[in-house]
């Protein structure tokens, strides 16, 4: 049983299109990254989300975290081809201090010219 | 500008051959970290560090093992690799649990 599930899968989408990405649990966290990996490279951190229903955006990305802490959702606005990549959440494993984090398995965006 | 450095890029060895892989940070983090993710795939955690000479297995089982002798280098080895471990190897460093990964651009690994 995944920790972490993300929706959809794989989105194919065009140039231009809104798109809405999530990450659910039945399990509520002390905060919420949200990652996006470009092929061939590591991951880069776009986002932390520390409080319930709270809502930051990065330029056309809007990302909002659950009231009650359980699940957040990322939406693009007007999507360009260099949104293209693999998105990932990511949340705090367990109770210890070692920073570990659990990443979901994460959606693979393709954005069409 | 990366402050997280891995070497090789790409490695393809054959079965058997010993290898290590380096990840090296410029930041002065204690927390160190390294997952396995096939292509497109979600992380797991093989190893994780949270300062010199401690080193502590993830979640992942894996054959690797790695050292911690410097605070800014994280080496993980495989004694005999094999086809199975064909995969990308990310290594990442965190200042503290309240900030987010950097991650290295990992090294592929294949196994022939």
């Known amino acids: 049983t995944q920790l972490l599930e993300q929706s959809p899968q794989f989105l194919s989408i065009q140039e231009g299109e809104n798109l809405t990405v999530y990450c659910n649990s039945s399990?509520?966290?002390?905060?919420l990254q949200w990652y996006r990996q470009e092929p061939g490279e590591g991951p880069v951190l776009l986002v932390t989300?520390?409080?319930?229903?709270e809502v930051k955006k990065l330029k056309r990305l809007t990302f909002q975290f659950g009231d009650a802490r359980k699940d957040s959702s990322l939406h693009i606005t007007a999507a360009q081809p260099g949104d293209t990549g693999l998105y990932l959440c990511?949340?705090?494993?367990?109770?210890?201090?070692?920073?570990?984090?659990?990443f979901g398995q994460g959606t693979i965006l393709t954005v069409h010219p | 500008e990366a402050d997280i450095y891995q070497t090789p890029r790409y490695l393809v060895i054959g079965t058997g051959k010993k290898i290590t892989l380096e990840c090296s940070q410029t930041?002065?983090?204690?927390?160190m970290y390294w997952y396995q993710q096939d292509p497109g795939m979600e992380l797991h955690l093989i190893h994780y560090?949270?300062?010199?000479?401690?080193?502590e297995k993830g979640d992942l089982s894996s054959e690797s093992t790695v050292s911690r002798i410097r605070t800014e280098h994280f080496p993980l080895t495989l004694e005999s690799a094999r086809p199975s471990h064909t995969s990308q190897y990310l290594c990442?460093?965190?200042?503290?649990?309240?900030?987010?990964?950097?991650f290295g651009s990992g090294t592929r690994l294949t196994v022939v």
């Open positions: 989300v520390v409080t319930g229903g």
């Open positions: 990442a460093s965190r200042e503290d649990r309240f900030y987010g990964y950097t």
């Open positions: 930041m002065g983090h204690d927390k």
């Open positions: 399990s509520v966290f002390s905060s």
């Open positions: 990511a949340v705090p494993a367990g109770g210890t201090s070692y920073g570990k984090l659990t």
């Open positions: 560090s949270y300062g010199v000479n401690s080193t």
